[in-house]
């Protein structure tokens, strides 16, 4: 079944830059109800103008600790606009072993995301090496049965964009494969506090 988000950068669409993208993908939340699905396979991203980000990859991680914790009450905010849209968000995050600092630095918000009622998941990529053969899994979002993107990034991780894609054959086959990868999966607090919690301060090198 994984075999339909393998095939993902293989399907027709157009690329979107990163500013069309956004608002494409506005457009379309707009009119969503029901699940909106998103898949990080990658290990590193650059999140320049995220200041926690920017602390984190600066070193100082307890500064980027408190800045995420900053951003709680938008985590609850977001979740309340979400739940009175009627749109659940089922975020699905692939960790490598061992966890990258960027990884362990995303988690640090993943946690604040579930506590405040994200249904957040992780699958260590371990768990779907047969399927990854010929290549990791891609980023993606899916907005229900409406729109598929294939997110996509430059080479060091900064965003470039998505590939829009429309076809409701392939949207139905990557729905159907989140479902049973979202269903293998562990809730992110039980991951984070087993694997993530212990680590001590990762080491960022530039």
């Given amino acids: 079944m994984l075999e339909r988000i393998s095939a993902i950068p293989a399907l027709p669409g157009p690329k979107l830059a990163r500013p ?10 707009t009119e969503l109800t029901g699940i909106l ?8 991203y650059q999140e320049h103008g995220d ?14 600790l408190v800045l995420n914790d ?8 977001e979740a309340a606009s979400l739940r009175e849209q009627g749109v659940e968000l089922r975020r699905l ?11 362990q630095w995303e988690m640090q918000y993943f946690r604040i995301l579930a506590e405040e009622g994200f249904p957040l998941r992780v699958l260590e990529a371990d768990r779907i090496a047969e399927h990854e053969r010929s290549g990791p899994l891609p980023d993606l979002n899916l907005l229900g049965e409406r729109v598929l993107y294939h997110i996509v990034q430059e080479p060091d991780g900064t965003p470039a964009g998505a590939r829009r894609i429309d076809d409701p054959e392939s949207i139905a086959g990557v729905r159907r494969a989140m479902e049973s990868l979202f ?4 809730p992110v607090l039980e991951y984070f506090h087993r694997e993530i919690a212990p ?3 990762p080491t960022v090198t530039t």
């Avoid at 269903?183 to 562990?186: H, I, L, P, V």
């Fill in 20 to 29: 069309a993208y956004h608002r494409d993908f506005a457009a379309e939340f």
């Fill in 37 to 44: 699905w998103k898949l990080e396979r990658g290990q590193t």
């Fill in 51 to 64: 200041a926690s980000w920017e602390a984190f990859v600066a070193g100082d991680w307890e500064r980027s």
């Fill in 70 to 77: 900053r951003e709680r009450d938008g985590a609850r905010a």
């Fill in 93 to 103: 995050r692939i960790v490598e072993k061992p966890v990258t600092p960027y990884v």
């Fill in 183 to 186: 269903d293998q999966a562990e």
């Fill in 199 to 201: 680590l001590p301060a």
